[in-house]
């Protein structure tokens, strides 16, 4: 049998792909070397640590916040085996879910490991080691991204863990060292402090979330700090050892200067990710990779041999689900002869913690560093209605918007429901919107909303409630 696509990898890359590809009449095929699919994303990622998320805040506000609305319960009591059995639950739902999707498109799935063979070919390797060789008219790349290690520093999973052993703990840690303050190191050093944990922070630089806008990194910080989230910023770790059933951790100054120790029941490494094309056979046919191992892709994700493409994680961008998945619908449209696209400028982040951070387009720093000329709206939660009445009013809501053209240039929100906010800003920026066009727009009253329209009204200073 001959296939017009194999997808290698059913990541929210991959599978998005296949579904598309199927959509658009060709012969799709996936290749899967995990027993179920949705890659890092739905196992070991996206949706396990959103779960731990939500079950921790819940767990957290019962104890915290419940008093104060006059909602009575007991004392709240951890199960730490039923939150992890609530985390299985959604991750189940999910990759059933991607299997039921791909059945109903009719695109054939193999689990086992893909080689690609030559170009037009991929040979796929099951768990009891038999192969078979497929044949195909194009082959998309979409096996995402592995954890980065720390050299000479063993990831046991066990006491030194990565985010994958984060997301699997039995016990709650008395004391967690994350090393790298990223969106990883918050996200998942949250969960645990709201389950009980000490959690120290330990960053490279002298800031937390780089990337993100610096004013709301600072403010980020000051409210993760009163959480009782420790930092240690300008350190660099140098050793991690395992000392009884603990570890004790090694950092000294980046800047230079005398080294100290933490001793640690759990030590986390959240320093990014790498590109993942282990055992792929990229070397074998030429396939070019850039000097941080990511496949080299074209604008239309074409890599440098014909019929062989490349989308997610394994290529240059932001490590994210969505940006996966506009890649993957983008590649099969081009595929079936249709002109897709990414808008790279419009691809939001959020760091789901709580407060939520939320991001798209660029920062002020990206802005002043390019002499782009710009205006700021901002509006406080403290000063918006349904915020105050939720008790919710920490963070803001910051528009930039071109000072000539008022056009919108990014959008940084941090607060409640910031993940969702987003989008308004998101889907404006995507028609080239104005910060006026979000001001002159109708916003139900009471919500959260409704600061984004007023940091919109405030980029000409005509905010109403400040
Ligand atoms: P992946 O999801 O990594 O999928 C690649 C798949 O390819 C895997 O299933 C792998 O088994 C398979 N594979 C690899 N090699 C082969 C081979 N040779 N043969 C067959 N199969 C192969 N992003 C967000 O946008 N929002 C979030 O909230 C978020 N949270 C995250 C939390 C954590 C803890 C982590 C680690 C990541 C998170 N991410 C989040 C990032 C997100 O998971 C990735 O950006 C996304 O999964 C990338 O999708 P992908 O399809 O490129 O690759
Ligand atoms: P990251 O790139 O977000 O952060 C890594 C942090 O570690 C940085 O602050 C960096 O300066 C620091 N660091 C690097 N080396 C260090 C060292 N030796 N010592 C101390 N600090 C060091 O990476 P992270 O958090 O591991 O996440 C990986 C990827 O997963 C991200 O690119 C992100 O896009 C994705 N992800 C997305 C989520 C979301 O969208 N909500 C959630 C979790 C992950």
Same mark, same amino acid.
């Given at each position: 049998?001959?296939?017009?696509?194999?997808?290698?990898?059913?990541?929210?890359?991959?599978?998005?792909?296949?579904?598309?590809?199927?959509?658009?009449?060709?012969?799709?095929?996936?290749?899967?070397?995990?027993?179920?699919?949705?890659?890092?994303? &739905?196992?070991?990622?996206?949706?396990?640590?959103?779960?731990?998320? %939500?079950?921790?805040?819940?767990?957290?506000?019962?104890?915290?916040?419940?008093?104060?609305?006059? +909602?009575?319960?007991?004392?709240?009591?951890?199960?730490?085996?039923?939150?992890?059995?609530?985390?299985?639950?959604? +991750?189940?739902?999910?990759?059933?879910?991607?299997?039921?999707?791909?059945?109903?498109?009719?695109?054939?799935?193999?689990?086992?490991?893909?080689?690609?063979?030559?170009?037009?070919?991929?040979?796929?390797?099951?768990?009891?080691?038999?192969?078979?060789?497929?044949?195909?008219?194009?082959? =998309?790349?979409?096996?995402?991204?592995?954890?980065?290690?720390? /050299?000479?520093?063993?990831?046991?999973?066990? +006491?030194?863990?990565?985010?994958?052993?984060?997301?699997?703990?039995?016990?709650?840690?008395?004391?967690?060292?994350?090393?790298?303050?990223?969106?990883?190191?918050?996200?998942?050093?949250?969960?645990?402090?709201?389950?009980?944990?000490?959690?120290?922070?330990?960053?490279?630089?002298?800031?937390?979330?780089?990337?993100?806008?610096?004013?709301?990194?600072?403010?980020?910080?000051?409210? &993760?700090?009163?959480?009782?989230?420790?930092?240690?910023?300008?350190?660099? +770790?140098?050793? =991690?050892?395992?000392?009884?059933?603990?570890?004790?951790?090694?950092?000294?100054?980046?800047?230079?200067?005398?080294?100290?120790?933490?001793?640690?029941?759990?030590?986390?490494?959240?320093?990014?990710?790498?590109?993942?094309?282990?055992? &792929?056979?990229?070397?074998?046919?030429?396939?070019?990779?850039?000097?941080?191992?990511?496949?080299?892709?074209?604008? %239309?994700?074409?890599?440098?041999?014909?019929?062989?493409?490349?989308?997610?994680? =394994?290529?240059?961008? /932001?490590?994210?689900?969505?940006?996966? #998945?506009? #890649?993957?619908?983008?590649?099969?449209?081009?595929?079936?002869?249709?002109?897709?696209?990414?808008?790279?400028? =419009?691809?939001?982040?959020?760091?789901?913690?709580?407060?939520?951070?939320?991001?798209?387009? *660029?920062?002020?720093?990206?802005?002043?560093?390019?002499?782009?000329?710009?205006?700021?709206?901002?509006?406080?939660?403290?000063?918006?209605?349904?915020?105050?009445?939720?008790?919710?009013?920490?963070?803001?809501? *910051?528009?930039?918007?071109?000072?000539?053209?008022?056009?919108?240039?990014?959008?940084?929100?941090?607060?409640?429901?910031?993940?969702?906010?987003?989008?308004?800003?998101?889907?404006?920026?995507?028609?080239?919107?104005?910060?006026?066009?979000?001001?002159?727009?109708?916003?139900?009253?009471?919500?959260?909303?409704?600061?984004?329209?007023?940091?919109?009204?405030?980029?000409?200073?005509?905010?109403?409630?400040?």
């Amino acid at each position: 049998m001959s296939y017009d696509l194999i997808v290698i990898g059913t990541g929210p890359g991959g599978y998005v792909c296949a579904i598309r590809a199927a959509q658009l009449g060709l012969k799709t095929v996936v290749v899967e070397k995990r027993k179920t699919h949705g890659g890092t994303c &739905l196992n070991i990622g996206c949706i396990p640590s959103k779960a731990l998320l %939500h079950a921790s805040h819940s767990f957290e506000d019962a104890k915290s916040h419940f008093p104060a609305m006059g +909602v009575v319960v007991g004392e709240p009591k951890l199960d730490l085996a039923k939150m992890q059995a609530f985390k299985q639950e959604g +991750v189940d739902g999910n990759t059933k879910g991607v299997e039921f999707l791909l059945k109903k498109n009719k695109i054939d799935a193999f689990i086992g490991t893909g080689r690609i063979a030559a170009a037009g070919q991929v040979e796929v390797t099951a768990e009891d080691g038999s192969k078979q060789v497929l044949e195909t008219k194009n082959i =998309v790349i979409a096996t995402g991204s592995d954890v980065t290690r720390l /050299p000479g520093i063993e990831i046991d999973e066990k +006491v030194v863990i990565s985010s994958t052993g984060a997301l699997e703990l039995g016990s709650v840690p008395k004391r967690l060292v994350v090393i790298g303050a990223g969106v990883i190191g918050l996200e998942l050093g949250s969960v645990w402090r709201r389950l009980g944990s000490e959690v120290i922070v330990v960053e490279y630089l002298d800031r937390i979330l780089p990337g993100m806008d610096g004013e709301v990194a600072k403010q980020f910080q000051r409210l &993760l700090t009163k959480q009782g989230i420790a930092f240690k910023l300008g350190a660099k +770790v140098t050793k =991690v050892e395992r000392k009884g059933k603990g570890a004790i951790l090694t950092f000294e100054p980046a800047a230079g200067g005398a080294p100290e120790t933490i001793d640690a029941d759990a030590v986390l490494v959240a320093i990014g990710r790498v590109p993942y094309t282990q055992g &792929l056979g990229l070397e074998e046919i030429g396939i070019q990779k850039d000097n941080k191992g990511r496949i080299l892709t074209d604008a %239309h994700f074409s890599t440098n041999v014909t019929g062989i493409y490349a989308i997610g994680d =394994v290529i240059d961008g /932001p490590m994210l689900a969505h940006k996966a #998945e506009d #890649e993957g619908v983008a590649v099969a449209e081009i595929l079936a002869g249709k002109a897709g696209h990414v808008n790279y400028d =419009v691809i939001p982040s959020v760091v789901y913690t709580f407060p939520e951070v939320a991001s798209v387009g *660029k920062t002020e720093e990206e802005l002043k560093a390019a002499g782009i000329a710009y205006n700021v709206g901002k509006f406080p939660f403290t000063a918006n209605g349904r915020a105050k009445a939720n008790a919710t009013t920490d963070g803001f809501v *910051k528009i930039l918007a071109d000072a000539t053209t008022d056009k919108v240039l990014g959008v940084h929100i941090i607060g409640a429901e910031a993940g969702n906010l987003i989008h308004e800003a998101v889907l404006a920026m995507e028609f080239g919107g104005s910060s006026e066009d979000i001001a002159r727009s109708c916003h139900a009253h009471p919500t959260l909303s409704e600061a984004v329209k007023e940091a919109a009204l405030a980029v000409e200073k005509r905010a109403i409630h400040m």
